[in-house]
């Protein structure tokens, strides 16, 4: 069975540093791996994804991702903080040819001006 | 925008009421999935409706039911609503694919308070 996890349920940073969420997979066979943000009272933006092509996944506005098999993480990073980067953010992993995907806790990211 | 739509926006029941929520799907998308995300929780799978028939089920009891019409929109009906259905509920349309579901693009959601 898959799941994921998310190491912290809060984050903080200062605007312009920068961001690092964590999340660690399980899964038998290969994932495919999002991290979506979610701002209060909207539904879930994708921000990027991994599907078995380049380990290192560009998403928008600047965000970006490594799959790592061998730590089984798929870490979420941003050079610089923005005051707009201030949502809560998931990571989801889900199965080739699967009918579901699973959620993490969600990491709330808080930027101090 | 992502190109689905919920209805209503926000909704009030009281506890053993029925319930339905609308998707309306992306253009070109033939799967729908329903979450339910509870307040400071990541969105928990429902069930996911491909080409008008259930794909696939979460862990939720058969008060929860769906439909998806041949233009892809669909319903979710909760029946019996106990307090803990209290939640956010998303729609997310995909394009099913030889290699299987493809990226979910979410709704809005239906903010259901049940008292």
């Known amino acids: 069975a898959q799941s994921v996890t998310q190491l912290g349920s809060h984050v903080s940073v200062s605007e312009g540093a920068l961001v690092l969420l964590r999340c660690n997979y399980s899964?038998?066979?290969?994932?495919?791996l999002f991290w979506y943000v979610q701002y209060p009272n909207q539904g879930l933006q994708l921000l990027l994804k991994?599907?078995?092509?380049?380990?290192l996944v560009k998403g928008i506005n600047d965000f970006e991702a490594e799959f790592k098999k061998s730590e089984t993480s798929f870490h979420l990073t941003k050079p610089s903080a923005h005051m707009s980067d201030a949502a809560e953010y998931f990571c989801?992993?889900?199965?080739?040819?699967?009918?579901?995907?699973?959620f993490g806790a969600g990491t709330r990211l808080f930027v101090k001006a | 925008e992502t190109g689905v739509t919920q209805s209503p926006t926000h909704l009030i029941k009281t506890r053993g009421q029925q319930v339905t929520l609308r998707c309306s799907s992306q253009?070109?998308?033939?799967?729908v999935s329903w979450y339910q995300q509870a307040l400071g929780q990541g969105p928990q799978f429902i069930f996911q409706?491909?080409?008008?028939?259930?794909?696939g089920r979460g862990n939720f009891p058969p008060r929860f039911s769906g439909l998806q019409f041949p233009n892809y929109s669909s319903e979710l009906n909760v029946n019996a609503l106990e307090l803990d259905d209290s939640a956010l509920y998303l729609c997310?349309?995909?394009?099913?694919?030889?290699?299987?579901?493809?990226?979910?693009?979410f709704g809005p959601g239906t903010r259901l308070t049940v008292l």
């Open positions: 253009s070109g998308h033939n799967t």
């Open positions: 899964s038998s066979v290969p994932p495919y």
């Open positions: 991994y599907t078995s092509a380049a380990t």
């Open positions: 997310a349309s995909s394009l099913r694919d030889v290699g299987g579901t493809d990226t979910q693009y």
């Open positions: 409706y491909y080409r008008e028939e259930e794909n």
């Open positions: 989801a992993v889900s199965l080739r040819g699967g009918f579901k995907t699973i």
